[in-house]
């Protein structure tokens, strides 16, 4: 796959287009793009996911919104499939002034060469979201585009989306979050170097430094899963100020279970699937010890069952 930020001069032809900001890459997201890539294969033709960096909500009014996962981790996700080009485009207000006709020729006809072009039935486009299907199906006809519109996903009554999925992420309910992501929500980081503390507790942890933008669940201990150079392994990860030891800053910290290699500078993956309990403060360094027995226990109870 072909990551592209800086798309200047930038020119395909014979293309197959998928439309989206794709926060999550939701099951939702994945039919699109599977159904994008399919077709490409089937007709010979370049497969395209065509995004926007920042996010239109950041640009447009919702200064401070944060994502479920990161740029870096969206092309950690779009690897995974079969796709020819992964495209962010720089998005500012002049480019959300398009019309629906204006972004359609500009980009999807001159820029990729679209023969194709896949979307969510829900899908609109161009300046104040005044492209519709109806608008769309009118300029595919023109332009000679196939079009395949997918239907919306359900988890129950509730459509899959973002929006959704980031309520749950904050409510800590990542086994609804898991079924509709189709895998469970991440954090994808570089291991820093932290204040030690937890080796000095013989809990060593690894200190995590998530990117600005992305969506962190509330303070708490965390049963987790974290994957190091392709292996997974059982973890617990805590979320907060640590407030027994006055740190004062919020951190993320990862204690992996059977293991104690020093992995500063190597990029981890954490995964979350249940809060084990709130973040308090103890009354001594021996409690919070007790405390942090306990919360292995339970994590491997989860994990396990049965031990």
Known sequence: ??????????????????????????RGHIKLIEETVSIA??????????????H??????????????????????LNKFELG????????????NLAPEQFFARFLIDMLGCKALVVGEGYKFGKDKSGDL???????????????VQPNLYLGSEKISSSEIRKWILNSEFDKAEEALGSPYFIKSEVVLGKQIGRRLNFPTANLIADGEKLIPGDGIYATKTNINGRLYTSVTNIGKNPTLNSGSR????????FDNII????????????????IK????????????NDVLEVKKFFFKGI
């Open 264 to 279: 500063y500078g190597k990029e981890i993956i954490v995964y979350f699937y249940k809060k084990v309990r709130e973040e």
């Open 41 to 54: 294969n089937s007709h010979n033709l370049k497969s395209v996911v065509f995004s926007f960096y920042p």
């Open 56 to 77: 239109p909500r950041a640009v447009l009014g919702q200064e401070g919104i944060k994502f479920i996962i990161t740029s870096k981790e969206k092309a950690y996700l």
């Open 134 to 148: 109806n608008i769309l199906k009118k300029l595919v006809k023109e332009h000679n585009v196939f079009l395949s």
């Open 282 to 293: 103890f009354s001594s360094i021996g409690h919070l010890k007790k405390q942090i027995s």
């Open 85 to 96: 080009y992964f495209i962010e485009y720089p998005f500012e207000r002049g480019f959300a």
């Open 251 to 258: 951190t993320i910290e990862t204690y992996v279970f059977d």
């Open 1 to 26: 796959m072909i990551y592209i930020n800086d798309p200047e001069g930038f020119r395909l032809e014979n293309s197959v287009v998928c439309i989206g900001n794709f926060d999550g890459v939701h």
